[in-house]
């Protein structure tokens, strides 16, 4: 399957996690992928699996410096960019109350103003022949998932920016969806340590009966929405979720 031929995409958090998935499956469909990621050491794993298609960048995401980095390298490295996935985010999971100035800030630093960040650094190379951006929101903003409360809102944040940009950008032909997922990550692994009932009541919702594997179930949809085949779609939601929140 080689429906990304061609295409040159920057993913956020893309050496470890969903991220690595979302990159292996973008290449395996033909895509050159620049992975930027604060880890060297799973940077240069992922970068090994394809040194011709994949290039790591190590850079901090809520710094306008990386994501200019990482625009610049796909243009050096690949001559042109194509899309966009904004997949890497940061937070801790906390009661409301709890929650202090750093943690919120770590949350839109490398959440919402990242996301900022890589779509107006990618903005001037997609304005000149298109392409697609795709960012991440949750499942935890649209329910208000307890002890959420600074990675909720920015994701949330983020859907309304991704809203704006895709009614401004359309004259550009640059379409931006977003993606909720619910995969079985490390993060998730760690959140499920922390709060085991609250897991369980989040799993129990799930129509399909399971969290997603990132993989299978969630880079197909990232990767159909940064082909040709979404080419009419712009400024949605889509929930890979397994049929946990179905919107109206």
């Given amino acids: 399957m080689k429906d990304l031929k061609n295409q040159v995409v920057i993913v956020t958090g893309g050496a470890a996690g969903i991220g690595a998935a979302i990159t292996t499956v973008l290449v395996d469909r033909g895509a050159s992928v620049i992975a930027v990621d604060i880890n060297d050491e799973a940077g240069e794993r992922i970068a090994a699996q394809n040194p011709n298609k994949i290039v790591f960048l190590n850079g901090d995401v809520s710094k306008m410096l990386t994501a200019e ?7 050096s490295k690949f001559g042109k960019l194509t899309g966009l996935l904004n997949n890497a985010h940061a937070s801790r999971q906390k009661p409301l109350m709890e929650l202090t100035e750093d943690d919120w800030a770590l949350s839109f630093g490398t959440g919402l103003n990242a996301t900022l960040y890589f779509m107006k650094a990618a903005y001037p190379e997609l304005s000149k022949h298109g392409g ?31 809203r704006v940009a ?47 594997d990132p993989e299978k179930d969630v880079a197909p949809i990232i990767a159909f929405l940064l082909g040709d085949d979404s080419q009419y779609m712009t400024g949605q939601t889509l929930m890979a979720d397994g049929g946990a929140i179905k919107l109206r």
Wanted: proline share 4%; net charge positive.
């Fill in 166 to 212: 895709a009614n401004e950008w359309a004259d550009d032909n640059i379409r931006v969806n977003v993606v909720c997922p619910m995969a079985l990550t490390d993060g998730v692994k760690h959140w499920k340590a922390k709060f085991p009932e609250q897991y369980k009541d989040s799993a129990d919702k799930i129509p399909l009966g399971r969290f997603g």
């Fill in 132 to 162: 697609s951006i795709v960012n991440f929101g949750s499942g935890a903003g649209l329910s208000g998932q307890k002890n959420q409360a600074s990675y909720a809102a920015a994701k949330e944040a983020i859907r309304g920016l991704s």
């Fill in 69 to 75: 980095k990482a625009v610049a390298l796909a243009i």
